[in-house]
């Protein structure tokens, strides 16, 4: 499994790093650029989840249809061309031009698509995790080297860098990822979009990516411009306060996503870092000192890392193998929904509205937020028969249409093998052998 996952998880992972290593500092720069407004500002931090946002549910539908590979291919030209861009931008609107072109390369969901492709259904969470895990460091190591790089080489240089990773990755992409398994779906369509759209718990998940990637966005936004503006800081500093932050919440990672996929405790991790979102928010909103300031950054940091390793894999289990790519689409979209408003929000409220009056009010979005997540259930756990087809009659699957027993189904080409996921406590392995020979 690991042969397979690391090159993926090391490409979103990187992908996610030259989009995070400018957040620390874009805010700070892009109010020096001619033409630059708090707002525009604003839309420049979260402009890339704009296209992000537009393109996640294409991206996840084409590569359904088309193919993972080649989706991949296209979303990380399309994300070096916009680092490009913004590298040699001297105006905000051509930075503006560059940020929405970084995200119209519209991958994560194909990637975690791909992932789930590639494993076994029992290796999955492994999986997820793993790739979860890898994001959530690409963040750590972006919040310490960006205002470090950008202080000392420029923030330009930091969209250079962002470039030579989403090139360097098409190489990883062709070098070291297999080609997923050819697989052929049977399955009832009706109601395949509707299913998706309104599935209560995928609402609830994708409700919850919403809120998560949107407190991110406005943080970014406000922490740097407070720092510099109301304690006197310089770019050189923000070190100071983003490094302690980054060590506390990789440290806050494994116990969370050990409780979630081992235990099975994922809403519990889900409510503890949402506690967290709301302690800081109070924390930043009524500090008097930088200290006290840093502090609220570190709680932050903390109920940030809690969630986003096992955001995917929660996620992707409420999806159905042809589904998956739709699925993840959609929780992707609402993320990068979230991240636009957020940095939105940030810039238009940062100078209009007093900020103890905005964390109080994220304060109360935070605990409407748990209660909903309180009453997700943790997803069952489901038994997955890996099944030879020359064994088994295959005139006798379609008994699997409609059943309430069989929660999905659907045949590997590659591997000449029928794969059934089954409620366990409704029929055995044994049994299910039975009914097809």
Excluded at 203 to 232: C, D, R, S, Y
Excluded at 322 to 350: D, K, P
Excluded at 417 to 432: G, P, R, T
Aim: glycine letters at 8%; hydrophobic letters at 55%; proline letters at 3%.
């Amino acid at each position: 499994m690991i042969k397979s996952i690391m090159p993926l998880s090391v490409i979103i992972s990187l992908r996610f790093f030259g989009l995070f290593i400018v957040l620390p500092v874009i805010s700070v720069y892009a109010m020096n650029l001619q033409g630059a407004t708090t707002t525009i500002v604003g839309i420049i931090v979260g402009g890339y989840a704009l296209t992000q946002m537009i393109f996640q549910v294409p991206f996840g539908i084409m590569s359904d249809k088309l193919g993972r590979k080649g989706t991949i291919i296209l979303g990380l030209i399309l994300f070096g061309l916009g680092s490009i861009i913004c590298s040699v931008s001297n105006d905000i609107l051509t930075l503006l031009l560059g940020r929405l072109m970084q995200g119209a390369g519209a991958i994560g969901a194909v990637v975690t698509a791909t992932i789930s492709d590639l494993v076994k259904e029992e290796q999955r969470p492994k999986a997820m995790a793993l790739m979860g895990g890898s994001i959530a460091m690409a963040f750590a190591f972006a919040m310490i080297l960006g205002p470090t790089l950008g202080s000392w080489l420029g923030v330009q240089s930091l969209f250079i860098i962002t470039a030579v990773i989403a090139f360097a990755s098409i190489f990883v992409l062709i070098k070291a990822v297999p080609n997923p398994p050819k697989i052929t779906h049977t399955y009832n369509k009706k109601g395949a979009v509707t299913s998706v759209l309104f599935n209560k718990n995928l609402l609830k998940m994708n409700l919850t990516n919403f809120l998560q990637k949107g407190f991110m966005t406005f943080a970014f936004m406000i922490i740097p411009m407070i720092l510099l503006k109301h304690f006197e800081w310089s770019m050189s500093d923000l070190w100071k306060v983003y490094m302690p932050a980054t060590i506390f919440g990789v440290l806050a990672m494994a116990p969370a996503a050990i409780l979630a996929e081992k235990k099975g405790k994922f809403k519990e991790v889900l409510i503890a870092g949402i506690f967290f979102f709301a302690i800081s928010y109070l924390v930043i909103g009524t500090s008097s000192s930088a200290t006290v300031f840093a502090i609220g950054v570190v709680l932050f940091f903390i109920g940030f890392n809690i969630h986003e390793p096992i955001m995917q894999s929660l996620a992707s289990k409420y999806a159905k193998v042809h589904q998956r790519g739709f699925v993840l689409g959609v929780f992707n979209s609402y993320g990068y929904f979230g991240t636009f408003i957020g940095g939105l929000l940030g810039g238009v409220f940062f100078e209009k509205v007093n900020l103890f009056d905005i964390v109080i009010a994220i304060a109360a979005i935070c605990i409407a937020w748990a209660i909903m997540i309180f009453t997700l259930p943790n997803p069952l756990k489901k038994q997955t028969a890996y099944l030879n087809l020359d064994d088994y009659d295959k005139s006798k699957f379609s008994k699997f249409e409609n059943s309430d027993i069989i929660d999905e189904w659907y045949i590997n080409d590659t591997e000449n093998l029928l794969i059934v996921k089954y409620d366990k406590d409704k029929i055995s392995e044994d049994e299910l052998k039975s009914t097809l020979k």
